[in-house]
């Protein structure tokens, strides 16, 4: 059985990895420092409360602890946050994560996962975006990612470290069994904040721009469903183990759906009205961002089961109710 380091295991995508992982017959190893993640979202045994700052705690995990893969979840993801404090960024995503690969090079670790982002890419040039589309980050969120990667390349041509880069476009969902799903402080992310409005968590949700170039002028973005991106992760792995070069894969659904047309799938789903209030458009937000990943189909036989709007929906909608009932059982 091989053992798969997930960092980050307790946060929305690393929690639905260890299910997946666990599920195909490997065994998870968890570490997190839990400033965002939840323990109670980890399915596993084997966790320990570790920051991938701390080169002497990893140098111990991995002397004590044989790994056949690392995969790293363990990246803050707040776009604005980012431009108001890089230097968190800079120091999360980037030095912690070179401190982890010199702990993985020393340990003889080479098989890596790693998740990065469509920030990569900025301002779309022409959309649907492949992976040769130009790396312009225009936020220190998009940039330590790609710094990251270019870093990935090098430690391949000089230290043998085979990676495997999974470019997201937008997360979306929560698991289908509605054991697990999102639960980000603050929550950034569309659809989990237009279902809080319905479940009436939140007063209202905001539509930012209505005169895009697009055909009910809001913003369209590509929505992918959590469990198909960590089956793609899963196949990453495989295609590594398999002896393939290190290697990029944007993952999204190919398909764009405005923001009305997801607040118009969630009263579908949901069955209830909600309060949506207009404001100006918002700096950097492009009209379209839609991601090419013909790639990842091609390359690794990757094929997501959940590409409709409605289904991400109702797995999100289930989970939204799940955490209302825990809120309302604790007051």
């Not at 659809?191 to 930012?208: E, K, M």
Request: overall charge negative; aromatic content about 10%; some cysteine.
């Amino acid at each position: 059985m091989r053992r798969v380091l997930v960092i980050g295991g307790g946060g929305y995508i690393g929690s639905h990895m260890v299910k997946q992982l666990l599920a195909s017959g490997y065994e998870p190893f968890v570490i997190d420092n839990f400033s965002t993640g939840y323990r109670d979202a980890i399915v596993c045994d084997q966790v320990e409360t570790l920051d991938i700052a701390d080169q002497v705690a990893l140098d111990a995990l991995f002397a004590s602890v044989k790994f056949d893969a690392v995969m790293h979840f363990a990246s803050f993801i707040q776009v604005g946050e980012s431009v108001i404090e890089p230097a968190k960024y800079y120091q999360n995503n980037l030095a912690s994560t070179l401190t982890l690969l010199q702990a993985m090079l020393k340990a003889n670790i080479k098989t890596f996962i790693f998740s990065s982002t469509a920030a990569v890419y900025g301002n779309p040039v022409y959309v649907p975006i492949d992976e040769h589309h130009p790396k312009q980050p225009i936020n220190p969120y998009g940039l330590s990612k790609w710094m990251v990667e270019q870093i990935l390349q090098d430690y391949d041509r000089a230290y043998g470290l085979k990676s495997v880069v999974l470019r997201y476009f937008n997360a979306a969902g929560a698991d289908p069994d509605g054991e697990l799903g999102e639960r980000h402080l603050p929550e950034t992310h569309l659809i989990p904040l237009i279902l809080q409005a319905a479940s009436g968590r939140r007063a209202s949700i905001t539509v930012f721009g209505r005169d895009y170039d697009t055909p009910d002028g809001t913003c369209i973005r590509d929505y992918v469903h959590v469990s198909d991106l960590v089956k793609a992760h899963e196949l990453a792995l495989e295609y590594l183990w398999s002896g393939f070069d290190s290697t990029v894969f944007n993952l999204g659904n190919g398909s764009g759906f405005s923001v009305q047309n997801v607040i118009d799938a969630a009263k579908r789903t949901t069955g209830r009205e909600f309060k949506v209030v207009d404001a100006e458009r918002r700096d950097g937000d492009p009209a379209r961002l839609v991601a090419d990943s013909q790639r990842a189909r091609s390359v690794l036989g990757w094929t997501p089961r959940f590409a409709d709007l409605d289904t991400i929906i109702q797995h999100a909608w289930d989970w939204e109710l799940t955490l209302n009932r825990a809120i309302h059982s604790e007051a």
